[in-house]
């Protein structure tokens, strides 16, 4: 009898592993606290070494399954990563349709759960009259935007770039126009097209799933968590963030520098699992962090230039020994102050020590989760995706962090790093931000408690 059986669902993830994290935290949750099984499927073409070794730490009621490559070959070289995975997903639907149909025989399948991007795919779920949701990665400032895509669209015929006003969305500071999520930046592009598809899908789905949780942006929480004619029902899940970093050896020496270090000292330095910077702007921040004089860590990579934009773009670690490309003497004259580490460091767990007291941070959504549910301010340097956006919601918006200034050419430069880093660390303003962040703590507490207690 299929009621008595555990339900089970299926979620599809995009590529990138700042999606995966978040659906295998609602994966886990669903697991451990209502006794579900999980099927994840993947597309085959971004699975790499780094998303085995994650999916292979999972818990075992969680199965991955592979749809077969999907040929792209006919795509224009130049396409956004985000439009590759749109046509994936929609080229996906037979391949997922016969993925589904023996799931729908041997378990109790309640629901599809698709990534941010594989809009597409939920038609496969639709045939078989399986509920198919959405998940969001990131925040409601993302999903505002995308429902009111449609209408800016009709709106104003130039690019958000060439706007003389800022863009107004309820529940926000006003947002400059090349502040605007970067996908959305080039109208003739094709992801903007396909941006507009994934508004009318989000619009069809039977639920759509936030990472967030409402203090955090209260306006839109409350707006979008309403019934409304028209669109689905929008529930924050969040914050969804692993609790520990996988261990390691590079780890553990980061965190054994961290427990000498004075309470509340440390400036963690870090932009995502892909951010890097020039040359010269890798430069003035190590002159700048040695300026300040505040204890740092770092988590360096390489220079840009030397970036590849291969298959593994997403993971991997930066080329050779980034730490090279350090000003001379940097480390010599920094040491015991600061530790900079090659590519990667064990982050939820920086952000969760004592001594950690502000994060100069990419504000990529997870690192931004991961900052306020441990209470710690930060300085915004995005770089990607909507991570501009997301800037101008945490700076102005939630009151929680401050930005740098950049000169003329685009370079924040060493002053002006030494100056903010300073001011958060040492300054009134930086006391201000500290805490408010410790109420943002508090709140992400409760959400998650509330998570448990409501579902
Ligand atoms: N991360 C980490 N160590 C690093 C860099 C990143 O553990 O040195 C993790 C971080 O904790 C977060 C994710 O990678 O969970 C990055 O996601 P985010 O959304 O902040 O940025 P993205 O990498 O997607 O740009």
Not at 302 to 310: D, F, M, Q
């Amino acid at each position: 009898d299929n009621g008595k059986r555990q339900p089970h669902i299926v979620f599809l993830p995009g590529c990138a592993m700042g999606h995966l994290f978040p659906i295998s935290e609602l994966a886990k949750f669903l697991i451990d606290r209502h006794h579900f099984t999980v099927t994840f499927i993947h597309f085959s073409e971004y699975a790499n070494k780094t998303q085995e070794a994650f999916l292979s730490s999972l818990p075992s009621s969680i199965t991955s399954l592979y749809l077969p490559p999907i040929p792209l070959s006919d795509l224009p070289e130049d396409s956004a990563i985000e439009t590759r995975l749109s046509v994936a997903a929609a080229r996906s639907v037979p391949y997922l349709h016969s993925l589904l149909l023996p799931l729908l025989s041997s378990t109790n399948l309640v629901a599809f759960i698709a990534d941010i991007f594989a809009t597409p795919a939920c038609e496969a779920a639709k045939a078989l009259k399986i509920p198919h949701f959405i998940i969001i990665p990131t925040n409601l400032l993302f999903l505002t935007l995308i429902f009111h895509l449609p209408a800016l669209n009709a709106e104003f015929s130039c690019d958000f770039w060439e706007l003389e006003h800022p863009v107004i969305l309820p529940g926000y500071p006003p947002i400059p126009g090349p502040e605007i999520l970067h996908l959305l930046q080039d109208r003739k592009n094709e992801c903007y097209k396909w941006m507009l598809e994934h508004a009318k899908r989000y619009r069809e789905a039977d639920g759509i799933l936030v990472n967030t949780f409402d203090a955090i942006e209260p306006e839109a929480a409350n707006l979008l968590k309403k019934e409304e004619p028209g669109r689905p029902m929008v529930y924050t899940v969040g914050p969804l963030i692993r609790a520990h970093a996988a261990a390691s050896e590079e780890g553990t020496h980061c965190l054994k520098w961290l427990d000498s270090q004075p309470t509340g000292s440390v400036l963690f330095v870090s932009f995502g699992s892909m951010g890097s910077h020039s040359t010269e702007q890798l430069s003035e921040l190590a002159l700048g962090l040695e300026a300040s004089g505040q204890r740092f860590l770092w988590v360096l990579r390489s220079p840009i230039e030397l970036k590849s934009a291969g298959p593994d773009y997403f993971t991997a670690p930066s080329a050779a020994n980034p730490l090279v490309y350090l000003p001379e003497g940097f480390l010599e004259r920094t040491k015991g102050v600061g530790l900079v580490v090659p590519s990667w460091a064990p982050q939820v767990d920086v952000l969760a020590h004592s001594s950690t007291g502000g994060f100069l941070s990419h504000c990529g959504w997870n690192s931004t989760l991961e900052s306020m549910a441990r209470g710690v301010p930060m300085i915004v340097w995005p770089l990607y995706a909507e991570q501009r956006m997301n800037s101008v919601m945490m700076v102005e918006g939630a009151k929680v962090a401050m930005r740098l200034i950049a000169r003329k050419d685009g370079i924040f430069d060493r002053e002006e790093i030494s100056r903010v880093v300073k001011e958060l660390m040492e300054g009134e303003e930086g006391e201000r931000l500290r805490k408010r962040a410790k109420e943002l703590e508090v709140e992400a507490a409760a959400a998650m408690i509330d998570l448990v207690r409501h579902q």
